[in-house]
């Protein structure tokens, strides 16, 4: 599976062409309906006119619930997330990235990382799906991080059990030995976060740790990763599927992800009126696009046609679509995400104010 960044998301979102195609559809990671998906996949390719990845065998060989790809003259762009798309394919003169707001707004994103002296697995979800993702820059294990001199250690431990001589496992003891043990712990554990940091950059999303009970805390002082979430899935993981591990890891997340939102509806019922919240798209849609909003709420299955003039800073509102308007919901969705704020895709009921007019409302952030 493939990770998604906001500057990802940005560049696709700034990139204009005569031509650029948007492809969403549905993919299986096992069963009958697995050998239909390339199949499908051609069928809308002769839709979009791109056809480069057909035939790629290891690009399928990793699959997650759906594929997004997105086809111009310069870009060819495809990800493979954790979330089942419709089948679907735009072409027009920029990409189309609403399908993606599930993934990147509110409860969208998270991180588990789990790992054992034997195994280190790292995995993106969703609320409702999970996939694990390629490891390149991570050690698979204590013995991969430490090397040769964690091999001659295993070679002597293994020696005196067969001997009858002293066996060490690591925790419990409180002797010279468990110092020794938790320096190489915490030199795994630096080696695992500095690859994580490389891979996840500047992502905010939170991550969950699984691990056996005495590991977990060794990790938290090794840990440089600001959405750390406290708590975590206690127990040996590398029995665990990623739909076991998703189960868990959602029952930390679900009240983490629910008083996040909380904590910005109240933010904007506080602001209102002091010039830093608004329910007004003709005021937020400018203030979006110079990195203004802190936390957006949209209104799912709801349109807002029009046109933003970003040099005059004028919007311009439609009840029906016309030609050349875009959806300005979605507009102001995915800057703020590119400016690192925060989305909230809700039921119309759960926008803030929603006795207001309009779907939207925006926390400013000055």
């Known amino acids: 599976m493939d990770l998604l960044s906001r500057a990802e998301v940005r560049a696709l979102m700034e990139e204009r062409g005569a031509l650029c195609v948007s492809l969403y559809m549905p993919t299986h990671r096992s069963g009958a309906s697995m050998q239909q998906d390339p199949i499908r996949f051609k069928n809308l390719l002769k839709q979009a006119g791109a056809q480069r990845l057909l035939d790629d065998s290891v690009f399928w060989r990793h699959r997650g619930d759906g594929l997004a790809v997105f086809a111009s003259r310069e870009t060819l762009a495809s990800y493979r997330l954790p979330y089942s798309f419709s089948q679907l394919v735009v072409v027009t003169d920029r990409f189309h990235l609403k399908p993606l707001l599930p993934l990147l707004s509110g409860d969208g994103r998270f991180y588990i990382l789990a790992f054992s002296k034997k195994q280190v697995r790292l995995f993106q979800g969703s609320r ?96 440089t990763c600001a959405e750390l979430v406290d708590g975590g899935v206690v127990g040996n993981p590398d029995g665990l599927s990623a739909s076991d591990l998703h189960a868990r890891a959602w029952t930390i997340l679900e009240p983490f992800f629910a008083k996040e939102q909380e904590r910005a509806a109240a933010q904007y019922l506080e602001r209102l009126g002091s010039g830093r919240a608004s329910r007004n798209l003709r005021e937020i849609i400018p203030a979006v696009y110079h990195g203004r909003v802190e936390s957006l709420f949209v209104a799912v299955g709801v349109q807002q046609w029009g046109k933003y003039d970003a040099e005059l800073g004028a919007v311009e509102l439609h009840d029906d679509r016309e030609p050349g308007d875009q959806d300005l919901l979605d507009l102001a969705a995915v800057e703020t995400l590119a400016h690192a704020g925060n989305v909230y895709a809700v039921d119309p009921t759960h926008v803030p104010g929603a006795e207001g007019n309009g779907p939207v409302a925006a926390v400013f952030r000055y």
């Open 128 to 223: 409702h799906s999970v996939a694990e993702l390629e490891l390149e820059n991570l050690p698979g294990s204590l013995a991969e991080a430490l090397g040769a001199e964690e091999r001659e250690k295993q070679l002597q431990y293994h020696t005196a059990a067969r001997g009858g001589g002293p066996i060490f496992h690591g925790h419990g003891g409180g002797g010279t030995d468990d110092a020794v043990h938790k320096k190489d712990l915490l030199r795994y554990f630096k080696q695992i976060d500095k690859g994580l940091q490389d891979l996840v950059r500047e992502d905010t999303a939170p991550l969950v740790l699984a691990g056996v009970d005495y590991l977990i805390p060794i990790y938290r002082e090794a840990n």
